[in-house]
């Protein structure tokens, strides 16, 4: 079933096939969490919200009607399930992860140097958390999604121009940000 477009899955999901749903999954899901993932930097709250999405798209699945790649459709449902997510979750602080230094001793790296690339990526989160949030989710799909400006454009439903604006003053803002940051790096 791997050699099936994502249109001809959704259509077999349509008519009843479940495995073409799990096709779907294991197609999508590792970039659909590493996108929740630079969102939260947070490994189990990205996992839940990776589950919601997949959730709702089971749900929405039956009466969709392909009009544009099916990513771009993706991409949405997440965004929203994002947005969603900060909504009821407004006045409540992340939890702090340790996912980072985890992830890093997991690897093998020496201790000291698992500290300072843990903490370069505290200060990288830092900075990324202080962009609002169109400009942070315009630079996460773009420079850690590897979506193109046009992707990006229909995902958000903004012109091409609003996403070369966005990332312009992402770049402004987290210049200052994390000046000294590639320093610290070893």
Same mark, same amino acid.
């Given at each position: ?19 073409? *749903? ?10 659909? !969490? !590493? ?25 929405? %699945? ?7 790649? *099916?990513?771009? *459709? ?6 929203? =399930? ?5 909504? %009821? ?8 992860? #340790?996912?980072?230094?985890?992830? #890093? ?20 989160? #830092? $900075?990324?958390? $202080? ?8 630079? =996460?799909?773009?420079?850690? !999604? ?5 992707? =990006? ?34």
């Amino acid at each position: 079933m791997s050699g099936k477009s994502d249109h001809e899955l959704i259509h077999l999901f349509q008519k009843g096939d479940n495995r073409a *749903f799990s096709e779907l999954y294991h197609r999508h899901a590792p970039r659909i !969490q !590493q996108f929740f993932h630079y969102l939260t930097f947070h490994r189990t709250l990205s996992e839940d919200l990776l589950q919601e999405t997949f959730l709702k798209l089971w749900r929405g %699945l039956p009466s969709f009607e392909p009009r544009a790649p *099916f990513s771009h *459709f993706l991409y949405r449902v997440a965004r929203n =399930i994002w947005i969603d997510h900060g909504r %009821l979750k407004k006045n409540q602080e992340r939890p702090a992860s #340790q996912d980072l230094i985890e992830s #890093q001793v997991e690897e093998g790296n020496a201790p000291s140097d698992t500290a300072v690339l843990h903490e370069t990526r505290i200060r990288v989160r #830092q $900075a990324i958390d $202080a962009l609002s949030p169109p400009i942070r989710e315009t630079l =996460i799909l773009s420079k850690f !999604q590897g979506l193109k400006n046009r992707e =990006i454009s229909t995902i958000l439903e903004i012109p091409e121009g609003t996403v070369e604006s966005r990332l312009s003053k992402a770049y402004r803002q987290l210049r200052p940000l994390l000046h000294g940051a590639s320093k610290m790096t070893p």
